[in-house]
Structure formats: structure tokens, C-alpha cells
Antibody, heavy 118, light 110 residues
Framework: EVQLVQSGAEVKKSGESLKISCQGS????????IGWVRQLPGKGLEWMGI????????RYSPSFQGQVTISADESISTAYLQWGSLKASDTAMYYC???????????WGQGTLVTVSS | QSALTQPASVSGSPGQSITISCTGS?????????VSWYRQHPDKAPQLVIY???KRPSGISDRFSGSKSGNTASLTISGLQAEDEADYYC??????????FGTGTKVTVL
């Protein structure tokens, strides 16, 4: 069974750093792109970027380029999303997702809620 | 990269059919047959209901169908049921492994 299990909810202060994770299981982790999606409170879905774990090829959406870092450790089948300096506006639910054929998401993680206080 | 445009809300009575539109441009919806649709129930992760414009993943009811004309894709739900009440998002591949979601549509079953 394909599963993406994300790390737990985080409460941080503005200016702090953060790295959240997404561990895949039940499939060959290195051969599927993993995407990260942001959902602001009460708002819609936003693509942040994608990574191909086999060679760590990363493509950022223009809105998120320079704002976050996406990485992966294939040895533990885990993808990461990190911030160097959080802002209150980063408060959101973050989903990781497996991409099938690079054109659609077939599996989603359960989401990680990040709350940043000013 | 602007979000694809969807109606904010669509409603229908049980048994009726509804259609949700998703309008983009020739750089995304119109340029590729890579439109997918996701259903999201409150406080849940989204779920794929249509991919590659018209295809249904296994386990998704045949009451869900997709189509595209020019720069606008559409999701039709026929035989509307209470469980269909949710938010729906379209998504399209754009260029160079870039993607964009729609603004989202709240479906209400009256």
C-alpha cells in the first residue's frame, strides 16, 4: 500500500527555521516525483515545487523560488520542505504528494500544519 | 503564474448534474491534455477524481467525467449525491515541470 506520512504539526515564531518531512512507503520512492502543496487557512491549493528523489532534481513554482528549499534523502525515502526564516504568512497546511507520470497527484500525505506567530 | 479560474460555488439537488469550469490559457489548460481534478472534503487531504482531462482513477465513480474545449476544462458530476459536497480544484501542467491549481469551487448539495 502506497503511503506518504508527514511529520507532525509545528508551532514556531517568526524568524525561526523549520524543516518538515514526508516519508514514502509501499513503492519505489526514487522513481516518482514528489510535490509540495500549500493551503493557507480557508484558501485554495498552491503548487510550491517538485523533486525527483533519484537525482534530487528540483523545480520550484515562481512564487516559492527562494522562499523555501525542497530536498530528499533517498536512503530513508523521505522528502523535506524547509524554511530558513519563517514569517507569520507561512502559517498554512502543507501537503506532500506523489506524482504519477508527472501530470497528476495520485497519493497525498495527511498534511502538516505549520503555525507561525509574530 | 495566475491560478486557473473556477466558479466560487456550484449547487444542485440530489440526482441532478452539475458542471464546474476551469479556465486557463494556451500556456496551461489549452496547451496540454494534462488537466486533473481533485475533491477535498473538510479537514481532509485532496483526492484525485479525474486526470489527463478525461480519465478516472480506479475507485472513482463513473458519475464523474471530464472534458476540455480550448482553454477551458470542465468536470461534470452526474446523479449528484450528498457525499459529493466538497471543494473541487482543477490543476494543469504548464511548462518545464510547472503546475497551477484552480481557484477552487465549493459544491453544495441542496
Amino acid at each position: 500500500e502506497v503511503q506518504l506520512v508527514q511529520s507532525g504539526a509545528e508551532v514556531k515564531k517568526s524568524g525561526e527555521s523549520l524543516k518538515i518531512s514526508c516519508q514514502g512507503s509501499g513503492y519505489s520512492f526514487t522513481t516518482y516525483w514528489i510535490g509540495w502543496v500549500r493551503q493557507l487557512p480557508g484558501k485554495g491549493l498552491e503548487w510550491m515545487g517538485i523533486i525527483y528523489p533519484d537525482d534530487s532534481d528540483v523545480r520550484y513554482s515562481p512564487s516559492f523560488q527562494g522562499q523555501v528549499t525542497i530536498s530528499a534523502d533517498e536512503s530513508i525515502s523521505t522528502a523535506y520542505l524547509q524554511w530558513g526564516s519563517l514569517k507569520a504568512s507561512d502559517t498554512a497546511m502543507y501537503y506532500c504528494a506523489r506524482m504519477a507520470g508527472t501530470t497528476m497527484i495520485d497519493y497525498w500525505g495527511q498534511g502538516t500544519l505549520v503555525t507561525v506567530s509574530s | 503564474q495566475s491560478a486557473l479560474t473556477q466558479p466560487a460555488s456550484v449547487s444542485g439537488s440530489p440526482g441532478q448534474s452539475i458542471t464546474i469550469s476551469c479556465t486557463g490559457s494556451s500556456s496551461d489548460v489549452g496547451g496540454y491534455n494534462y488537466v486533473s481534478w481533485y475533491r477535498q472534503h473538510p479537514d481532509k487531504a485532496p483526492q484525485l477524481v479525474i486526470y489527463d482531462v478525461t480519465k478516472r482513477p480506479s475507485g472513482i465513480s463513473d458519475r464523474f467525467s471530464g472534458s476540455k474545449s480550448g482553454n477551458t476544462a470542465s468536470l461534470t458530476i452526474s446523479g449528484l449525491q450528498a457525499e459529493d459536497e466538497a471543494d473541487y480544484y482543477c490543476s494543469s501542467y504548464t511548462d518545464n515541470y510547472s503546475y497551477v491549481f484552480g481557484t477552487g469551487t465549493k459544491v453544495t448539495v441542496l
